[in-house]
């Protein structure tokens, strides 16, 4: 993610600016970086928690219909990375 570089004057002085910001803000002070300032994500609205619930109840439709559990899933992800991580190496 892309981060936007200010002086702690610049900061301080568009601090409302950057709070409504999506980019973290890298403050500095005669050149160095003090700290970090990452905003969080809005609170979701109804439509965004709807659409998550009924996502939901569609996966576990899917798992029943493919006769799998979602224990088995995160075991085969698991296996799956981890014959990856052997072919790299």
Do not use: C, W
Not at 17 to 37: M, Q, W
Not at 72 to 86: G, H, M, P, S
């Amino acid at each position: 993610m892309q981060t936007t570089k200010v002086g702690i004057r610049e900061f301080r002085e568009h601090l409302s600016d950057y709070l409504e910001s999506k980019t973290p803000v890298a403050i500095t002070r005669h050149g160095a970086t003090i700290g970090i300032y990452v905003p969080t994500k809005p609170k979701p609205n109804l439509a965004d928690l709807e659409a998550l619930r009924v996502a939901g109840e569609k996966m576990q439709e899917l798992i029943l219909a493919a006769g799998t559990s979602e224990d088995e899933i995160v075991a085969d992800f698991k296996e799956l990375r981890r014959q990856r991580r052997t072919q790299k190496s």
